[in-house]
Nanobody, 121 residues
Framework: QVQLVESGGGLVQPGGSLRLSCAAS????????MAWYRQAPGKQRELVAQ???????NYADSVKGRFIISRDSGKNTVYLQMNGLKPEDTAVYYC???????????????WGQGTQVTVSS
């Protein structure tokens, strides 16, 4: 079993900051790419940012320069520092990790349960 548990969401005013965390636990041999997605009401889920096991990062154009993704491999945790938040950032944020559970097993994608981020005055 593998679990991804997110935390850090909430209500924030425009221009404010939040830091999301997502910790993976359970039977884990290796974690490859870790990523954050978001889904706003009535819209498709979209990639926000991702970080590979070597530290390479990729961001959606809409969050470049405002959001920073990072990971602590020792803690199997990925973070999303969100600065300069805008009302259009309002969404449920999900983490996803590509995980290999055993040395001979295949990689699979695992998702967290989601955390609500609301940007409003």
């Amino acid at each position: 079993q593998v679990q991804l548990v997110e935390s850090g969401g909430g209500l924030v005013q425009p221009g404010g900051s939040l830091r999301l965390s997502c910790a993976a636990s359970g039977s884990i041999f290796n974690i490859y790419t870790m990523a954050w997605y978001r889904q706003a009401p009535g819209k498709q889920r979209e990639l926000v940012a991702q970080v590979t096991s070597t530290g390479s990062t990729n961001y959606a154009d809409s969050v470049k320069g405002r959001f920073i993704i990072s990971r602590d491999s020792g803690k199997n945790t990925v973070y999303l520092q969100m600065n300069g938040l805008k009302p259009e950032d309002t969404a449920v944020y999900y983490c996803k990790s590509r995980i290999q559970r055993t040395a001979v097993g295949f990689e699979n994608d695992y998702w967290g349960q989601g955390t609500q981020v609301t940007v409003s005055s």
